[in-house]
């Protein structure tokens, strides 16, 4: 299969040329030529498969043209050697819990899955030092350098916003040495993107590296985490719930519901998605007013969604014809200050046992806002709310268990560089390697 830009000037690519460039060269973000509809029979029996098999059928819609059967399916299998259990919070409200990788955070399915399929190309084309560049605002750095950490041929560097992630996200990626490297920038999230952006497009650093990213803009990356849409609706369809579904998530960089319209555009009965903003609104208001305003970021409690100019953005607008009325049509919004999310975290706990992430707090309140008579809500619970462990404590006052995988990490030592937000310096840096 072809990939085109979004900003429709630079050439067609290859799905390999994609996953290696990660950016157009025209600066767009590469979509595929098309998004096949998978048969009504799938749907039929997807309550029956398990979570591998529903995600291999997705994969090969996508990649089967250009990964041999037997290659994608090891890459599938292997991507998703967990589950992701579906937990009932109230009577119409579910979470599908995607915390239970090795990283305890959803990103830990497309990291894994482009990390395997970058090694794919690697191996077959005989291609090696290519250079990982992946900006992160929490969950995404720790995904990457776990997914990637010891692969042949690859070094990975992780921008992260100085003292703007949590300490246990930060020890998940600055603790691992061999081929991670941390950058710590003193700036925002934005700015770490930015740098990552300058750099894909920069001359002098194209010549002398294999540069590619792993962040959403990348489609391996991004694209299998539409898997968790349709194991969501064959967990409901097992309880009977499956009619009138509605998704809610938690949004920062727009990687993750955009691989959930993928979904519903290759027959995933999802009636509507709600997309969840923290105080970074720069979406909620593009739906309310049909401008599309980013703005510097602000630190908020959940600050994986601390983003003032959400790349995947482009692809929302390109799959809707940039039709502000289209995408309404099938995404409504939400917001809530740090106050409102303290609040949902305390009074989801109190009423129904159930701990919320200040993530998965924004979903959550958004269905208990939005969901109309006889929906069924399904929320995003991104990441164990162990990884947040201060502000979960402090919000709850109750000690938080935390679980034998984020222990592990806070024994390491922490290794990373300091450096400043200006793209000179990062340059420098890059060529010196």
């Known amino acids: 299969m072809k990939y085109y830009s979004t900003n429709k000037i630079g050439k067609e690519a290859t799905l390999q040329q994609a996953v290696v460039k990660g950016l157009a060269s025209d600066k767009g973000l590469f979509m595929p030529e098309q998004i096949k509809t998978l048969p009504q029979s799938f749907f039929d029996n997807i309550e029956n498969l398990s979570f591998q098999e529903i995600a291999y059928v997705v994969a090969d819609a996508f990649f089967g043209e250009d990964v041999d059967a037997e290659s994608l399916k090891e890459i599938v299998y292997d991507t998703l050697s967990f589950d992701a259990p579906i937990v009932k919070v109230t009577e119409n409200i579910y979470s599908l819990e995607l915390f239970h990788g090795p990283t305890l955070a959803f990103k830990d399915v497309g990291a894994r899955f482009m990390s395997r399929l970058l090694g794919y190309f690697i191996k077959k ?3 090696e030092n290519v250079n990982v560049l992946v900006a992160t605002s929490g969950d995404t750095g720790s995904a990457v350098a776990n997914g990637f ?27 691992l040495g061999q081929n991670i490297t941390a950058l710590e920038i003193d700036g925002t999230f934005d700015d770490c993107q930015a740098l990552v952006k300058n750099a894909f497009m920069d001359e002098d650093l194209n010549k002398k590296h294999k540069l590619t990213s792993a962040n959403s803009i990348n489609v391996a990356r991004f694209l299998p985490q539409a898997f968790y849409y349709f194991y969501a609706y064959a967990q409901l369809k097992k309880l009977g719930k499956e009619k009138e579904m509605v998704v809610c998530v938690p949004s920062g960089n727009f990687g993750n519901i955009t691989a959930g319209l993928f979904g519903k555009k290759m027959g995933l009965p999802i009636k509507r998605f709600i997309a969840s903003n923290n105080a970074n609104d720069i979406f909620f208001n593009y739906l309310q007013t049909g401008e599309y305003n980013p703005r510097p970021s602000i630190a908020t409690l959940a ?12 692809r929302i607008l390109d799959l809707y014809n940039n039709d502000v009325n289209a995408i309404r049509n ?24 159930y701990i919320l992430d200040p993530h998965g707090a924004c979903g959550y309140q958004a269905l208990k806002d939005g969901l109309k008579e006889n929906e069924i809500g399904v929320f995003l619970e991104t990441a164990h709310p162990a990884k947040f462990l201060e502000k979960v404590e402090e919000i709850l006052n109750e000690k938080i268990k935390i679980p034998e ?4 990490f806070m024994k390491g030592t922490k290794q990373s560089i300091e450096m400043s937000k200006d793209f000179e310096s990062f340059k420098s840096f890059l060529m010196k390697i």
């Not at 010891?150 to 600055?174: A, D, H, N």
């Not at 600050?303 to 482009?314: H, I, L, T, W």
């Open 125 to 127: 084309e005989g291609t």
């Open 149 to 175: 950490l010891g692969v042949k041929g690859i070094r990975v560097f992780v921008l992260y916003p100085k003292g703007k992630v949590s300490p246990i996200q930060e020890c998940q990626f600055t603790t």
């Open 303 to 314: 600050n994986a969604m601390d983003v003032g100019d959400p790349s995947n953005f482009a």
């Open 330 to 353: 099938e995404i409504s919004g939400a917001r809530y200050s740090d106050e409102e999310i303290a609040s949902t975290m305390n009074t989801c706990r109190k009423e129904t046992n």
């Open 405 to 408: 995988k984020l222990q592990s």
